[in-house]
């Protein structure tokens, strides 16, 4: 999968790509999301954002469906 970050205070759009897992539920009011790393498959980078602080956010799994971050952290609706 791959996931897109627009975080409030920042311009531009944080990519990931490689992800194996994105956790709204894992830490109340945080969004993880977890890096496969392609050199070293036991290793793994994780990235954890307060979801207020989650302007925009997209999930593209790799069969081409995208997710599309709402202002509830738990809930995602598919984009067309």
Do not use: C
């Not at 627009?6 to 944080?14: A, C, G, S, Y």
């Not at 207020?52 to 952290?73: A, L, V």
Request: proline share 8%; aromatic share 12%; charged share 25%.
């Amino acid at each position: 999968m791959k996931v897109v970050v627009k975080l409030r205070e920042v311009k531009e759009f944080f990519k990931v790509e490689n992800v194996e897992a994105v956790d709204p539920i894992g830490l109340p009011g945080f969004v993880s999301v977890i890096q496969h790393n392609v050199e070293n498959p036991d290793e793994h980078t994780s990235y954890v954002w307060p979801s207020m602080s989650i302007e925009h956010m997209i999930i593209e799994t790799f069969e081409g469906e995208r997710f599309e971050h709402t202002t509830t952290p738990r809930w995602f609706k598919q984009v067309p």
